[in-house]
């Protein structure tokens, strides 16, 4: 059973349009409304693969009721303490020919009880769960130590541990020895190669970046005995652990969200590993669920 973790609940609004016309009035009827953010993502998709997820968070203002209406319309079961905080809305706007953009609004910070609640919540349902699934980033006023205190207590426990995180907040848990380390390549460059990134992307045709991040990536496995997972849309997964290093080529399909897709892989990651699949075939399972997700308008599944 998965425990996930986001702490930087989200409602996201989905537009799509045949085209956009900037600074002028743009409409559209094609819109929905989902509850979101990484870790409701994940959940989503370990439901609709058959798989038992609780999802962990902090709630609180006057768009909590709608946020957890939207989870029960999914059949999401959510875990939350409250958090005297507004929920953040994220906005991804859609085109005919593919593009996607998202608007994202930052976080307001958490009541000054929020992370010794969430604790506490943690650590009295830990023992239900066999792996632990933490995700994205956290709200403003959370300490540095809470998810490390999370892989801590977790580790202890025995429990297969995946994250989704980076900077300063992975960093801090690799010392407990996750099992996977799944970032997206520029979040990994970000944390750990940060020379390479230029704008808002990876260097990813240079062999001096290749081998940077290969070699980075060999590095942490070895040191945290971890190993660790780069996706980068559509194209090649990074996967290494102490000993070995793989490319792996993904077909490309029609996009028509890439929102949550990142996710997806995860979330078919986690599972197929939770059945016993082997590192080839989880990977696998990983991407037909990602694929799968960008093949649809609402972000975070798998299946409408």
């Not at 094609?30 to 409701?40: E, I, M, Q, T």
């Not at 945290?224 to 997964?237: E, F, M, N, V």
């Not at 972000?299 to 409408?304: C, D, F, K, S, T």
Request: with cysteine.
């Amino acid at each position: 059973m998965f425990l996930t973790v986001c702490l930087n609940p989200t409602i996201q609004k989905t537009l799509s349009f045949s085209s956009v016309i900037p600074g002028t009035v743009n409409r559209t009827g094609n819109h929905r409304l989902d509850a979101s953010g990484k870790g409701v993502n994940v959940t989503r998709v370990l439901n609709q693969l058959g798989e038992k997820a609780v999802h962990l968070t902090q709630l609180g203002g006057e768009m909590k009721p709608l946020f957890l209406s939207l989870c029960e319309q999914d059949g999401l079961k959510v875990e939350w303490v409250e958090s005297s905080s507004q929920i953040r809305f994220c906005y991804t706007m859609l085109t005919k020919d593919g593009v996607v953009t998202e608007l994202v609004e930052e976080s307001e910070p958490v009541g000054a009880e929020t992370e010794s609640l969430l604790l506490e919540k943690y650590n009295s349902i830990l023992e239900k769960f066999s792996c632990l699934i933490i995700s994205g980033t956290k709200a403003a006023g959370f300490s540095d130590a809470v998810f490390p205190e999370m892989v801590r207590t977790a580790k202890e426990k025995g429990m297969r541990i995946i994250l989704d995180i980076k900077g300063n907040d992975l960093i801090a848990c690799l010392k407990y020895e996750p099992d996977v380390v799944k970032p997206n390549l520029f979040e990994f460059a970000g944390t750990f190669v940060p020379g390479i990134i230029k704008g808002n992307d990876v260097s990813a045709d240079d062999s001096s970046a290749q081998e940077q991040i290969r070699s980075a990536m060999q590095d942490v496995c070895k040191k945290y005995k971890c190993r660790i997972i780069l996706t980068d849309g559509s194209r090649k997964i990074l996967t290494a652990d102490n000993r070995n290093y793989l490319e792996i080529d993904i077909k490309p399909v029609k996009t028509v969200n890439s929102i949550g897709c990142g996710d997806a892989f995860t979330a078919g990651f986690a599972a197929a590993l939770s059945e016993e699949a082997d590192l080839n075939a989880a990977i696998s399972e990983g991407i037909r669920c990602g694929a799968l997700n960008a093949s649809l308008i609402k972000p975070g599944v798998i299946r409408l």
